[in-house]
T-cell receptor, first 119, second 113 residues
Framework: AQSVSQHNHHVILSEAASLELGCNYSYGGTVNLFWYVQYPGQHLQLLLK??????LVKGIKGFEAEFIKSKFSFNLRKPSVQWSDTAEYFC?????????????????FGQGTTLQVKP | DTAVSQTPKYLVTQMGNDKSIKCEQNLGHDTMYWYKQDSKKFLKIMFS???????INETVPNRFSPKSPDKAHLNLHINSLELGDSAVYFC????????????FGQGTRLTVV
C-alpha cells in the first residue's frame, strides 16, 4: 500500500516569505495526489490535486504543487504567504491497492505540516 | 447550506459509555467515509460506504460500528468508549468510490474522560 511522508512538521514564516512544503509518496505507477488545508477549527478543504497532464498544478489561494515522478514528490509552494495561510497542510495519495474492487480509492494522508505565518 | 455536516461538534463522555456521531451530505454523492484524526493530527480512514454498502473497513476495533440508513447518511456508533478513542472524527463524501475528490465535514471532537 501507498504511504505518504511530509518532511516538515512545523514551519514558521514571516508574511511575504516563500513557502515550500515537502511531500513524498512511496511507490510509482499511476498516482493521484492531493494537498488539503485545515484552517484552525475548520474542516479539510482541497487546495489542489494532480491526476495527469501538466506536472505543475495550480490550486486555490495562490498555491501550486509540482509532481516530480522521478523523485516520488509532490511539493506544495506559494511565492508569498499571508497570515491567513496559517493552517495545517496535508498531502495525500489515492491508494487503489488491496481493494476487492479495483476502482475503490482510499486517501492515504501524510502526517501534516503546521504552518504558522507571523504578521 | 453545509455540504457535509456532522453532529455533534463536540462530545465529552465517560469511559464505558456508548455514543453516536451523525453525518449527512447534501451533495448527492454515492460514497461516504469516516476518518479519525489523532492527537498528533494524523488522519486515517476507518470506514467507507458506497450506496449503503460497506466497501472499506480498516483495522478498527469492533466497538466501532458504522451504519448507513441511506446514501446521504453515515453514522458512527461507538460502544464501551475508551480513553484512546479521544480524537477528532471526520466524515467525508465523494461522488463515487473512486474518491477523486473528497469533501469533509467539520469534525467531531470526542473526549473520553
Amino acid at each position: 500500500a501507498q504511504s505518504v511522508s511530509q518532511h516538515n512538521h512545523h514551519v514558521i514564516l514571516s508574511e511575504a516569505a516563500s513557502l515550500e512544503l515537502g511531500c513524498n509518496y512511496s511507490y510509482g505507477g499511476t498516482v493521484n495526489l492531493f494537498w488539503y488545508v485545515q484552517y484552525p477549527g475548520q474542516h479539510l478543504q482541497l487546495l489542489l490535486k494532480y491526476f495527469s497532464g501538466d506536472p505543475l498544478v495550480k490550486g486555490i489561494k495562490g498555491f501550486e504543487a509540482e509532481f516530480i515522478k522521478s523523485k516520488f514528490s509532490f511539493n506544495l509552494r506559494k511565492p508569498s504567504v499571508q497570515w491567513s495561510d496559517t493552517a495545517e497542510y496535508f498531502c495525500a495519495v489515492l491508494d487503489f491497492s488491496g481493494r476487492k474492487r479495483s476502482n475503490t480509492g482510499k486517501l492515504i494522508f501524510g502526517q501534516g505540516t503546521t504552518l504558522q505565518v507571523k504578521p | 447550506d453545509t455540504a457535509v455536516s456532522q453532529t455533534p461538534k463536540y462530545l465529552v463522555t465517560q469511559m464505558g459509555n456508548d455514543k453516536s456521531i451523525k453525518c449527512e451530505q447534501n451533495l448527492g454523492h454515492d460514497t461516504m467515509y469516516w476518518y479519525k484524526q489523532d492527537s498528533k493530527k494524523f488522519l486515517k480512514i476507518m470506514f467507507s460506504y458506497n450506496n449503503k454498502e460497506l466497501i472499506i473497513n480498516e483495522t478498527v476495533p469492533n466497538r466501532f460500528s458504522p451504519k448507513s440508513p441511506d446514501k446521504a447518511h453515515l453514522n458512527l456508533h461507538i460502544n464501551s468508549l475508551e480513553l484512546g478513542d479521544s480524537a477528532v472524527y471526520f466524515c467525508a463524501s465523494s461522488q463515487d468510490q473512486s474518491n477523486t475528490e473528497a469533501f469533509f465535514g467539520q469534525g467531531t471532537r470526542l473526549t473520553v474522560v
